[in-house]
C-alpha cells in the first residue's frame, strides 16, 4: 500500500502542477487575445470617427 501510495503521488503531484500551468497559462493566453480584440475594436472605431469627423469638418471648408 504504502509503495503504490508513493509511486502515484509523484504522478498526481505532477499532473496537478501540468494542470495548473495549462490553466494559467489558458488564462494570460485568452487574456492577451481579448486585450488584442479589443484594441482592434477600439481602433477601428477611433479610425471611423476620426474619418467621419475629418470628412465632416472637410466638408464645413
Do not use: N, Q, Y
Request: glycine fraction near 12%; avoid cysteine.
Amino acid at each position: 500500500m504504502d509503495e503504490r501510495i508513493s509511486i502515484k503521488d509523484p504522478f498526481g503531484l505532477g499532473l496537478s502542477v501540468l494542470v495548473t500551468v495549462l490553466v494559467s497559462g489558458g488564462a494570460v493566453v485568452g487574456l492577451i487575445l481579448v486585450a488584442f480584440m479589443l484594441g482592434i475594436v477600439i481602433g477601428a472605431w477611433l479610425m471611423h470617427e476620426a474619418a467621419r469627423s475629418w470628412s465632416s469638418s472637410s466638408r464645413s471648408l
